[in-house]
């Protein structure tokens, strides 16, 4: 019902600026879901991160996956480490803020590193897991592909932690333009993408052909993903 929610909206009439609140509220969003095994067991058993992306063609420039401190996975991941007090204490901090505030009002964005790795599935690099402060489980999958070379959020947590930075998409077709910093989030050419034959594809066409890649690894799928969610009806006391 999202979608017609979205769809009708062009047909009535509200102030701009209405629908404008009504849109962002729905937040339908174009991706792709793509599945990051952890690097070994977690409890005995092989586990996977999940995590929604609406630009999968930086997929070869993640450098770390950060989860929701209320990520189930985080336990399993810290449970009898070095890092589970860490994570504790941050996770304790998020239980007192309401989702606005987590969204919306954070003073200082940061996380604690879980001691794990989750693999990229298109390169087999391994990457460190964290947990953030301003990574929501409510909204996609509680987990965030992070990508500091093309997103002003992971690039300031990235050099925060000193994680590495990696450029994929140049602003200039040929690869001219690729620098670290600023953040370029637009969309560019294809780069650096350990396989060679991503290198050169720009927006839409590069996009599909992660997606195709993933889908024929098993590893991901185009999908769409929206911030409204489900009316619980056991939650409403009283109807009209």
Known sequence: YADELLDELDHIKFPE???AMQRNWIGRSHGAQIEFPVAGEVDGESAIIGAFTTRPDTIFGVTFVTLSPEHP???PLVAGTEYEAGWRTLADECAKLSEFERINMLKEKKGVPLGRSAINPLTGEEVPIYAGNFVVASYGTGAV???PGHDQRDYDFAKKYGIPVKPVLSRREGGEGVE???VFDGLGWMVNSTRAEFDGMFGDEAKAAVISALEAE???QGT???RLKDWLLSRQRFWG
């Open 73 to 75: 996975l985080c336990e």
């Open 145 to 147: 592909m992070a990508v």
């Open 218 to 220: 098993g590893a991901g």
């Open 224 to 226: 769409v993903q929206y």
């Open 17 to 19: 600026n209405v629908k």
């Open 180 to 182: 670290e910093n600023p």
